[in-house]
T-cell receptor, first 115, second 113 residues
Framework: GAGVSQSPSNKVTEKGKDVELRCDPISGHTALYWYRQSLGQGLEFLIY????????KSGLPSDRFSAERTGGSVSTLTIQRTQQEDSAVYLCASSLFGTSGYEQYFGPGTRLTVT | GQSLEQPSEVTAVEGAIVQINCTYQTSGFYGLSWYQQHDGGAPTFLSY????GLEETGRFSSFLSRSDSYGYLLLQELQMKDSASYFCAVRGGGNTGFQKLVFGTGTRLLVSP
């Protein structure tokens, strides 16, 4: 079946502009995660959605970052007033609730460059 | 909170065996996962250990010692395609953090002919 898809694959934006990144999880996966990965670094957790429960936003670095998940499926990560330090690859992942999150399926990521 | 330590880089030759270590500090432990990431690619799940001992999946095995807060990924019969970054990850604890993963900084494996 289809894997996790993300769009756009690359985004170049000017400092101060807003951007929206989209994630389509695997059908039937109730859990969805957003991570950020800077060059040569590990994955930094941003936010986690599980079904209709309130999301875990504990990883969002500032109030410029927000995310929503509509209909328990597609998710959008929004970064307002982008800064150069926001430049990174943004990865989305999904998992079956039954696996309790240890086996996550990642999308190809969106490479964000803020100039 | 959680923190994980891995070597930054490991080198080996084709056909050899290599071990990538991971030590962790967690406020609650629910299991250790391993992921592989090729340059420019997405992380892919390799293995998971919730209990002590060795889990084998083909050429890859993963080991966990909860008493030592330590695990390792063992790659046998190395191939050039195994050149990638390898991340260990622990599941976050608590009600809201139960399913999120905290990743180590990754180990870059370079396999040479």
């Amino acid at each position: 079946g289809a894997g996790v898809s993300q769009s756009p694959s690359n985004k170049v934006t000017e400092k101060g502009k807003d951007v929206e990144l989209r994630c389509d999880p695997i059908s039937g996966h109730t859990a969805l995660y957003w991570y950020r990965q800077s060059l040569g670094q590990g994955l930094e957790f941003l936010i986690y959605f599980q079904g209709n429960s309130a999301p875990d936003k504990s990883g969002l670095p500032s109030d410029r970052f927000s995310a929503e998940r509509t209909g328990g499926s597609v998710s959008t990560l929004t970064i307002q007033r982008t800064q150069q330090e926001d430049s990174a690859v943004y990865l989305c992942a999904s998992s079956l609730f039954g696996t309790s999150g240890y086996e996550q399926y990642f999308g190809p990521g969106t490479r964000l460059t803020v100039t | 909170g959680q923190s994980l330590e891995q070597p930054s880089e490991v080198t080996a030759v084709e056909g050899a065996i290599v071990q990538i270590n991971c030590t962790y500090q967690t406020s609650g432990f629910y299991g250790l996962s391993w992921y592989q990431q090729h340059d420019g690619g997405a992380p892919t799940f390799l293995s998971y250990n919730a209990l002590d001992g060795l889990e084998e999946t083909g050429r890859f095995s993963s080991f966990l010692s909860r008493s030592d807060s330590y695990g390792y990924l063992l790659l046998q019969e190395l191939q050039m395609k195994d050149s990638a970054s390898y991340f260990c990850a622990v599941r976050g604890g608590g009600n809201t953090g139960f399913q999120k993963l905290v990743f180590g900084t990754g180990t870059r494996l370079l396999v040479s002919p």
